[in-house]
Nanobody, 115 residues
Framework: QVQLVESGGGLVQPGGSLRLSCAAS????????MAWDRQAPGKQRELVAV???????NYADSVKGRFTISRDNAKNTVYLQMNSLKPEDTAVYYC?????????WGQGTQVTVSS
């Protein structure tokens, strides 16, 4: 069994920063891709950023230049540094990890950008 636990969400003013973390534990052989998705109220879940084991990454157009995804393979942890936050970034952020052929998701962490 695999568990993913996110942390670092909260309330921040527009223009502020937050750093999300997601640690994987359990029956882990090797994690290939790790990613962050988000879901705003009344909207579909969308991909925010994804990173391969070697460190190659891709971002949604809406966050390019503001968000940075990174990972620590030794700690089975993925991070999302979010800068210049906007009210439209408000959402529940979910991490996910691919182990062999299966994806696993965390429970999510709320990010609210508001003055």
């Amino acid at each position: 069994q695999v568990q993913l636990v996110e942390s670092g969400g909260g309330l921040v003013q527009p223009g502020g920063s937050l750093r999300l973390s997601c640690a994987a534990s359990g029956s882990i052989s090797s994690i290939s891709e790790m990613a962050w998705d988000r879901q705003a109220p009344g909207k579909q879940r969308e991909l925010v950023a994804v990173i391969t084991r070697s460190g190659s990454s891709n971002y949604a157009d809406s966050v390019k230049g503001r968000f940075t995804i990174s990972r620590d393979n030794a700690k089975n942890t993925v991070y999302l540094q979010m800068n210049s936050l906007k009210p439209e970034d408000t959402a529940v952020y979910y991490c996910r990890a691919r182990i062999i052929l299966s994806w696993y998701w965390g429970q999510g962490t709320q990010v609210t950008v508001s003055s």
